[in-house]
């Protein structure tokens, strides 16, 4: 990957190594801690420029619906603000890393991208392979200066629940369950209703990193087993999980490999099962 590729969405070590300091490069930590000790996690080491971002409170919508645990994306002035405060413009390339298999870093790509900033990637293997590597980390925090960005959308890759209900049926679409085996099939989970939306294939989310790293899957054996279970280009792929965040992660590997129509329903099953006049299979 020679120079800055702008529509890249992956990104190795090296190239970061080699492109850290261009002036249009911005850097993203997107480590994230329930307990909210991700700025003392920042502040104990991070890649050299980098400005922290808390997706779970900086770019979700604050009214979210009363389902468990939907995860609606904010809305644009809300990312615009995030966007201004990391140093962002229009003609940025946004690099991301998390240390989570690039969960949330994916949950950030997905809303930086639904609102038009084009140029965003995530760092294959993360921090922890960054820091494995040797490469240099930082404690100082050297944040960018702000810039205004105006954004609109989201765009057509986020969908709502009427959305969803309305593509159900259609040849021309596959929706993608990115949960585990388990909340498909209906065995587990804490919804008034358990199973899957009609029609969906189970994508487990977690078996497109290698075991035990943050890296991707060989891509050649990730799109075979894709393809296996019949993702096609020629289909528009809606990807859905539990409340968005593995069905963002879902929707940048199938970036990666070349997919082009991808969306993510990021209420997701949190409202999907609590809706009782909608359809279920289990």
């Given at each position: 990957?020679?120079?800055?590729?702008?529509?890249?969405?992956?990104v190795t070590t090296d190239w970061?190594?080699?492109?850290?300091?261009?002036?249009?490069?911005?850097?993203?930590?997107?480590?994230?801690?329930?307990?909210?000790?991700?700025?003392t996690v920042f502040a104990a080491?991070?890649?050299?420029?980098?400005?922290?971002?808390?997706?779970?409170?900086?770019?979700?919508?604050?009214?979210?619906?009363?389902?468990?645990?939907?995860?609606?994306?904010?809305?644009?002035s809300q990312v615009s603000a995030?966007?201004?405060?990391?140093?962002?413009?229009?003609?940025?390339?946004?690099?991301?890393?998390?240390?989570?298999?690039?969960?949330?870093?994916?949950?950030?790509?997905?809303?930086?991208?639904?609102?038009?900033?084009?140029?965003?990637?995530?760092?294959?293997?993360?921090?922890?392979?960054?820091?494995?590597?040797?490469?240099?980390?930082?404690?100082?925090?050297?944040?960018?200066?702000?810039?205004?960005?105006?954004?609109?959308?989201?765009?057509?890759?986020?969908?709502?629940?009427?959305?969803?209900?309305?593509?159900?049926?259609?040849?021309?679409?596959?929706?993608?369950?990115?949960?585990?085996?388990?909340?498909?099939?209906?065995?587990?989970?804490?919804?008034?209703?358990?199973?899957?939306?009609?029609?969906?294939?189970?994508?487990?989310?977690?078996?497109?990193?290698?075991?035990?790293?943050?890296?991707?899957?060989?891509?050649?054996?990730?799109?075979?087993?894709?393809?296996?279970?019949?993702?096609?280009?020629?289909?528009?792929?809606?990807?859905?999980?539990?409340?968005?965040?593995?069905?963002?992660?879902?929707?940048?590997?199938?970036?990666?490999?070349?997919?082009?129509?991808?969306?993510?329903?990021?209420?997701?099953?949190?409202?999907?099962?609590?809706?009782?006049?909608?359809?279920?299979?289990?």
């Amino acid at each position: 990957m020679d120079g800055l590729a702008p529509a890249q969405d992956l990104v190795t070590t090296d190239w970061l190594a080699v492109n850290l300091d261009q002036p249009g490069v911005v850097v993203v930590d997107a480590r994230w801690r329930p307990d909210g000790s991700a700025p003392t996690v920042f502040a104990a080491g991070h890649i050299p420029g980098a400005g922290l971002v808390d997706w779970r409170t900086e770019l979700i919508a604050a009214d979210q619906p009363e389902a468990h645990g939907a995860l609606r994306v904010a809305d644009a002035s809300q990312v615009s603000a995030v966007a201004g405060r990391l140093g962002i413009g229009p003609d940025s390339t946004v690099v991301i890393y998390d240390d989570s298999q690039g969960l949330f870093a994916a949950r950030t790509w997905w809303t930086l991208r639904a609102y038009g900033i084009g140029s965003v990637s995530i760092l294959d293997g993360g921090y922890p392979a960054w820091v494995a590597e040797g490469r240099a980390t930082t404690t100082l925090d050297r944040p960018r200066a702000a810039t205004s960005v105006a954004l609109n959308g989201p765009d057509l890759t986020c969908l709502s629940t009427s959305d969803v209900r309305a593509l159900l049926g259609s040849g021309g679409v596959l929706l993608l369950d990115a949960r585990a085996s388990a909340d498909y099939r209906g065995f587990e989970g804490n919804t008034k209703r358990l199973g899957h939306i009609p029609g969906a294939i189970n994508v487990p989310v977690g078996a497109t990193s290698q075991p035990g790293s943050h890296h991707l899957r060989d891509l050649a054996k990730l799109r075979a087993r894709l393809e296996a279970a019949g993702v096609s280009h020629d289909k528009r792929l809606v990807c859905y999980d539990g409340s968005g965040v593995a069905a963002a992660k879902l929707a940048y590997v199938l970036r990666v490999l070349g997919y082009e129509q991808v969306s993510v329903y990021d209420g997701g099953w949190a409202e999907w099962g609590d809706r009782l006049d909608l359809p279920v299979d289990r």
